[in-house]
């Protein structure tokens, strides 16, 4: 591995070269003559790439919601973490961070609850604020991801603020609030809260006061098919009759003959 001091950097391949990012700085390596894979690397290569798409999916439908900077492993962190979590373990998104200095348990001793009806329940609790905000933001971020099709399929929000003007203390003693979203139709309902803090008009843009976690995540349920009882067959009457005699045919077209 190389460092890359040149004025003007790149990323990407040139010729047998690949130039990229790690921990900030611009490195360099070249492109190996020949790759050999077993079964286990290629199939650990497959489920990366397919993580990959899946992150850059989740990434598509909350960043451009986002009104925090995220950090800038984003990309890298959130791809482990689905890879951690398992294929088709969409759960095991919960408690991720978008942005990964602060998370919502530094500032939420009771974590908010969202349930099925779209309601995000904050209780009650005292919250650490920065000293310098006149006003803190919570707002939810729902949206529902269909990743058998890659698309995401709707988006919602909701927001409220809390007036922070008062004698500067170190918390601040919330009394609680729900907020509503409402998301309908097929895929996979992904929340997340955003927390901010603001001085007058401008928000304080410091990473240790800026939270997007992902708190919840909803699958979609599929209808059950009603099963519907089938209507008895209308039972037809049972009607009786008498036995049929047999009679020999006249004869010559006349009466039989009764002997006495």
């Known amino acids: 591995m190389a460092i890359l001091n040149s004025l003007i950097p790149f990323t990407g391949r040139l010729g047998n070269i690949i130039s990229y990012q790690r921990n900030g700085k611009h490195c360099l390596r070249t492109v190996p003559d020949k790759v050999r894979q077993t079964d286990n690397t290629r199939r650990a290569a497959k489920w990366f790439g397919a993580a990959s798409r899946k992150g850059a999916l989740i990434r598509s439908a909350f960043v451009p919601e986002l009104d925090i900077h995220p950090d800038q492993f984003l990309v890298n ?11 088709n373990n969409h759960a095991g998104l919960v408690n991720f961070r978008f942005n990964g200095h602060t998370g919502l348990s530094k500032f939420f001793g009771q974590r908010p ?17 920065c000293e310098e905000a006149v006003r803190m933001e919570i707002k939810v971020i729902a949206s529902r991801i269909d990743f058998s099709t890659r698309t995401v399929t709707g988006t919602d929000t909701a ?9 500067r203390q170190h ?21 997340v809260v955003q927390l901010k803090f603001f001085w007058e008009d401008f928000d304080i843009r410091d990473r240790k006061f800026e939270v997007a976690d992902i708190i919840a ?13 089938a209507k008895p067959g209308k039972e037809l009457p049972i009607i009786t009759t008498a036995p049929v005699r047999n009679t020999a045919p006249a004869q010559n077209e006349q009466a039989p003959i009764q002997r006495e």
């Open 113 to 129: 609850v969202f349930s099925k009806d779209g309601k995000l329940h904050i209780p009650p609790q005292s919250l650490p604020v």
């Open 159 to 167: 927001r409220i603020n809390i007036d922070l003007n008062q004698p």
């Open 171 to 191: 918390f601040h003693q919330f009394e609680g609030a729900d907020l509503w979203v409402n998301v309908p139709g097929k895929g996979t309902l992904v929340v």
């Open 217 to 229: 995540v909803e699958e979609n349920q599929p209808q059950k098919a009603l099963l519907t009882k």
């Open 77 to 87: 962190r959130l791809n482990s973490y689905i890879v951690k979590a398992g294929r």
